[in-house]
């Protein structure tokens, strides 16, 4: 016998109508800190329980809006550990790019990092993912030869992350070219290659 589901299904319209609601408020120059519950649940003409059966909070609803932002990192085709991170690294260098000319991701991200707990859940949920595929990468990489196995992973993913995020968010003035993530995986490997 079917166990009979509690409650009424989650209208997606709804959501859609909230987290809309919160990137006008963020276009319109409302930050973070001035957004309430009682005033995203106003603006999207729902009722607060509404929201809240939604969401556990703001933090956990502007997770959501931060991922409404976000395309979906592409799985690394497995194919060599090169080319498998040259698709992770063009990855995060279309986004700088889209970072760049996008006024509300842009604000969105700078009022998070002011957010301590917004900012932890945002690496916890998103950031922290991404990581892990790279992991995976790279554990192949040392488990076929390819890359040497006494190198710490998270010092080794920071290695090739870290050049494109530092263009694409800390330098926004620097140029985020076709080749650059090529140039970046090939240099770092030629130093993590194996001793012979």
Do not use: C
């Not at 009682?38 to 009722?47: K, L, N, P, Q, S």
């Amino acid at each position: 016998m079917r166990e009979r589901t509690r409650g009424r299904p989650r209208n997606a319209a709804v959501d859609s109508a909230v987290i809309e609601t919160v990137l006008r408020l963020l276009e319109e120059g409302v930050t973070i800190g001035e957004l309430s519950v009682e005033r995203i649940a106003r603006e999207a003409g729902v009722g607060k329980a509404t929201v809240y059966r939604r969401w556990a909070g703001k933090e956990a609803l502007m997770i959501d809006v931060l991922r409404s932002l976000d395309e979906p990192q592409p799985e690394p085709p497995g194919g060599t550990v090169r080319d498998d991170l040259v698709v992770v690294l063009e990855f995060l260098r279309r986004r700088g790019l889209a970072r760049r000319s996008s006024a509300l991701l842009r604000t969105l991200i700078t009022q998070m990092q002011a957010q301590p707990g917004l900012w932890r859940e945002y690496h916890e949920t998103v950031v922290t993912a991404r990581r892990e595929a790279i992991h995976a990468v790279l554990r192949r990489g040392m488990a076929t030869g390819e890359i040497r196995a006494d190198v710490d992973v998270d010092l080794l993913t920071d290695l090739f992350v870290s050049p494109m995020l530092s263009r694409a968010v800390l330098h926004a003035w620097r140029e985020l070219p076709e080749g650059l993530s090529e140039q970046i995986v090939d240099t770092v490997l030629e130093g993590v290659r194996p001793r012979t």
